[in-house]
């Protein structure tokens, strides 16, 4: 469980300790973002990046330049 954790550390914020699964927001990290070349023909696919970037940011104790960033690019493929 921690190495989940510590997967999921940005910017040096850490995620909610009591956070149920998350195994499943690595998950759709992976999927979303590790993965994302492979996938580009998905219309869906920014909108569901930035699904995943909010929850993650609501987990992390502090705001994210990462998430943010990568929130910027999503918006920019999905428009």
């Given at each position: 469980m921690e190495a989940i954790h510590s997967s999921l550390l940005l910017d040096g914020e850490s995620v909610y300790s009591l956070v149920v699964?998350?195994?499943?927001?690595?998950l759709a990290r992976v999927i979303l973002i590790k993965c994302s070349p492979k996938m580009e023909?998905?219309?869906?696919?920014?909108w569901w990046t930035l699904r995943y970037i909010n929850l993650h940011q609501q987990i992390l104790e502090?705001?994210?330049?990462?998430?943010?960033?990568?929130?910027?690019c999503s918006m920019?493929?999905?428009l």
């Amino acid at each position: 469980m921690e190495a989940i954790h510590s997967s999921l550390l940005l910017d040096g914020e850490s995620v909610y300790s009591l956070v149920v699964h998350p195994f499943l927001l690595l998950l759709a990290r992976v999927i979303l973002i590790k993965c994302s070349p492979k996938m580009e023909n998905l219309q869906l696919l920014p909108w569901w990046t930035l699904r995943y970037i909010n929850l993650h940011q609501q987990i992390l104790e502090a705001r994210s330049p990462q998430l943010l960033s990568l929130a910027h690019c999503s918006m920019d493929k999905g428009l």
